[in-house]
């Protein structure tokens, strides 16, 4: 990546003679003065000059990206010149995690935990992204959603050491100069966000900076993309959120938000300028965009730059998975399923339309598959005959249809499969709804996907409770005395009858009711497949636990990044999605399905993303897309050679030439005792 030089001592004669190495350290700032032609270093994609820091012992020290606190060894502390700086004590990076979970745990407060780890992630980079590759069940849910939301919320008040760019309205004319000013050069990853729809709280301003913030920890802790090459900014362009003009601590451009013909400018200069900075392959995430921009953003510059839209694309490829994945329980293909979505925002019609692309796959024409899809949004079920009509950005899947206003009834009336929630209306699917889910199928499909917790359709537990989830519970068969001659009165009445073939039904002699054989009764166990876009506690029934799943696009977006920027690819076609949809869907595994989870752990987040960066590079390479070259032999192994190291290198100086304990004393100076 980098073509370092081997340059002289001269380059660092401020430093002082004895600290003065000239060292390089793969993947740290290096000792290179860029006035001097043979201490330059080139950025490959771009060609320029990347002007080097000048690294000072006590760097080591205060650069998150260098500190390893107590885990610098006796032989580091004296060849860096900080023996002294820091505790006699030696810790391995393991102890030290030992240290953090214990620190954290004693917060009772999940804001209290945000902070904890944003200021281990300000302090030891390392540090931080290996607890969090680590445990990424315990703490993604505190860095990342519904945690962050409430971050987002209190942002004025916990600003303390900024993190990423804000570009504002006013910088309208220089924004590369603004990004020059970043001090990475080889930036491969950009998220960013303009904060008027952060997450479902709506339009948070620039107090939406922890979005990008959180959404590039998980590019290095789920997908090992290298923390130096993401950028997250923020696009301050206003807000019209008047509770945030009027709060005192609020950091942002205290005006309304500058839209229409200025606001495409300022976005059209930005993805010129990130281009022109760091390279035409620069993957540019759109995060958290009002509708009225999301959707016609993408489709400005989907062709003309390697870019897409998490909340469109990502969201749609996790939903699609979880479709694809709910198949092998409901036994219904997904061609054969009524979908009806609450809301008709950029989430709803980037699920359907991927939903569509996924029932052409099976083999119905794009006019049949549109046809088993609805939406419902504030004005009602999406007919043509309503009044207003149907809005333009979701005209593919208006219906010619009697106009519903009433969602209860629209659920009885469509009689939808699956019942899709991206409205950001907390508690929308009311028991009513979720009971008419229940009667119009035999396993309803209920995703309730708006963010945070807060914003979700339903919880957890009222889609169990309501979709009769505890007809099956294995315990009210195991006590009974009498032989077995009837069907258990649960039963009775839901048409399993007709279902239950007595000739293969086991005889339990002890039994009082007949006992359905085992397929049958994993159909009992929980009527309803749930999942939603923030993290629910498992779900208990008679003694058992049902652990949801989690439908969220932190398990696509990494992987897709990470696939993408190793390869170089420059477009990121619709195709992708689908087939990252098709790698989340394959990780689902029986015992998952066997507690009502039609999603992986999140314990195998990091598998999932590598799997889909690999599939997502071999499909770069197929479509013509890939601009690394020569395509590497082996694709799995070039994309993991790529990846982040989470554990602690050396910090031994490394010198041209010198092999240092010739050069250094580096032996202790005084002895260490063993057991200190
Ligand atoms: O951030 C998340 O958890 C998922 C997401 O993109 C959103 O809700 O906007
Ligand atoms: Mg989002």
Known sequence: ???????????????????????????????????????????????????????????????????????????????????????????????QLDICRISIDRYEDNLNKYLYLVELQDRNEKLFFRLLSENVEKYLPIVYTPTVGLACQRFGLIYRRPRGLFITINDKGHIFNILKNWPEPDVRAIVFTDGERILGLGDLGAYGMGIPVGKLSLYTALAGIKPHQCLPITLDVGTDNQDLLEDPLYIGLRQRRTRGKEYDEFIDEFMEACVQRYGQNTLLQFEDFALINAGRLLQKYRHKYCTFNDDIQGTASVAVAGLMAAVRVTKRKLSENIYLFLGAGSASNGIANLTVAAMMSEGLTERQARERVYMFDVDGLLSTRREGGVPEHAKAFGKDIEPEKDFEACVAK????????????????TPNVLQQMAKNIERPVIFA???????????????????????????AYSSRSDPLTILHPFLIGKGWERKVDLTVEKTHRKAKYLIPERPLLHRLKGRCIFASGSPFPPVQYNGKEYHTGQGNNSYIFPGIALGVIATATHHIPETMFLTAARTLANYVSEADLSIGRIYPSLAEVKDVSLSIAIEVAKMAYDEGLASVYPEPKDISKHVENQMYNYNYESSMPVVWGWKPEEKFNVRPIQPVPKNI
């Open 449 to 475: 996907l708006s963010n945070p917790t807060s914003k979700a359709e339903c919880t957890a537990q009222a889609a169990y409770d309501y979709t009769e989830a505890s007809t099956g519970s294995n315990s």
């Open 414 to 429: 469509i009689k939808p499969s699956c019942l899709i929630g991206c409205s950001t209306v907390g508690g929308a699917f």
């Open 1 to 95: 990546m980098f073509s370092c030089v081997p340059r002289s001592l001269k380059c660092c004669t401020n430093i002082g003679p004895k600290r003065a190495l000239p060292y390089v350290l793969t993947n740290s700032p290096v000792f290179l003065d860029p006035t001097i032609p043979q201490c330059r270093t080139y950025h490959e994609v771009t060609g320029n000059i990347i002007c080097p820091n000048m690294v000072r012992g006590i760097d080591h020290l205060r650069d998150p990206r260098l500190n390893k606190g107590l885990a610098f060894t006796l032989e580091e502390r004296q060849a860096l010149g900080i023996h002294g700086l820091l505790a006699a004590k030696f810790k391995s990076q393991e102890e």
